[in-house]
């Protein structure tokens, strides 16, 4: 496990983003849009309204429906085995926030493999070498902070078990949120970090959320002064007049792709294929970019204000290792913080 810049992504020009406050563990199941004859289910981590706004978008330049299924990854993963247990997967494509459900899914036959068109187009670090899922936007995860209670904000993991932030700091559930479980794996994989690091955040008692958007939202009441959180929704809290402002760790940032990929179970395999397409064509992460996402694709800008990920140091796992190390890395989670 190395620490170092992502070299390829910093030569698309991509730029770190930032998107709405909402929560990502309320699920809810909704036709997004139902105006074609054909419908496709898609099971997702996204905000509610951005996947809303991505399916109307969809179905407007093909014709065809979209059901959605929202949930934190965690109650995602959940439903899919209770649905596989008792018969076939009720989705036909699965739009969530971490690599290593994905590994697990490819390597239980649960997924197609598909390669997207325009894939010539796309960070080829964000493309299934396998061709069996692909990711959608680059987020990475900060420190936010809250700007009207920390006058010296911290800009290192390494700063928030100083015990000055003792009480002071919350951060999402990793048995809930995708994100929040990759980068507890990457902590613990990070040989600059590891489990002294985690075993120091303990210590400092940090009020553990149930997903980012609670994070977020508690940082900008100032009901804690200081969370860890994905970008995407500092940067939307701060455009809505929140005092709320993020660092990116000088130790290391790390980021998941919100992958997409297609269920062998599907019926609709075709029209599964197209909406994998759209999430990462021009159009599709345009609509990212607007959506204050940080894109797969470096010909549809960045979203305003965001610096260059060149400037940024980035957590580059090996992502066999985070797969095979992930669900220990929860319970090790569990155990020391709980």
């Keep these: 496990m190395s620490v170092a810049a992502f070299g390829t992504l910093a030569a698309f020009g991509l730029a770190a983003c930032s998107e709405p406050a909402a929560s990502d563990t309320d699920a809810s199941a909704s036709p997004s849009a139902s105006g074609g004859a054909q419908t496709i289910t898609v099971y997702t981590s996204e905000p509610q309204a951005k996947i809303d706004e991505i399916a109307a978008a969809f179905t407007e330049e093909t014709g065809i429906g979209v059901e959605v299924f929202r949930a934190g990854t965690g109650d995602l993963t959940a439903r899919i085995e209770a649905e596989r247990t008792t018969g076939e997967i009720g989705a ?10 994905f590994e697990g899914y490819k390597s239980e036959g649960l997924l197609q493999r598909y390669t997207p068109a325009e894939s010539d187009a796309l960070n080829p ?7 069996y899922y692909v990711g959608t936007r680059i987020i990475p995860t900060v420190i936010a902070y809250n700007t009207t209670a920390v006058d010296a904000p911290p800009t290192s993991w390494k700063d928030l078990i100083d015990p000055a ?17 990759f980068n507890t794996a990457v902590w613990l994989n990070t ?6 690091w985690l075993a120091g955040l303990a210590a400092n008692e940090p009020v553990v959320a149930e997903s980012n958007g609670p994070v977020g939202q508690a940082v900008a009441a100032g009901t804690q002064p200081v969370g860890i959180v994905v970008d995407y929704l500092v940067r939307e809290l701060a455009a809505k007049g929140s005092p709320i402002a993020l660092s990116y760790p000088t130790d290391g940032v790390p980021y998941v792709t919100q992958p997409a990929g297609i269920f062998t179970d599907s019926d609709n395999a075709v029209a599964a294929q197209q909406f994998v397409d759209f999430l990462v064509s021009k159009k599709g992460q ?3 970019v607007a959506q204050r996402y940080l894109p797969v694709r470096g010909d549809v ?3 305003e204000g965001a610096p260059a990920l060149s400037e940024l140091t980035l957590l580059t796992p090996d992502l066999q290792k985070i797969t095979e ?13 709980g």
């Excluded at 670090?125 to 061709?131: I, K």
């Excluded at 932030?165 to 479980?181: D, H, I, K």
């Excluded at 669900?327 to 020391?336: C, S």
């Design 165 to 181: 932030y003792l009480g002071r700091v919350t951060l999402p559930n990793p048995n809930v949120s995708g994100a929040a479980a």
């Design 191 to 196: 040989p600059e970090l590891g489990e002294q």
């Design 301 to 303: 800008g960045t979203p």
């Design 325 to 337: 190390t992930q669900d220990e890395a929860v319970r090790k989670f569990d155990d020391l913080i």
């Design 286 to 288: 345009e609509i990212a």
């Design 125 to 131: 670090d964000v493309v299934d070498p396998d061709g």
């Design 92 to 101: 036909d494509v699965l739009l969530a926030a971490d690599a290593p459900t």
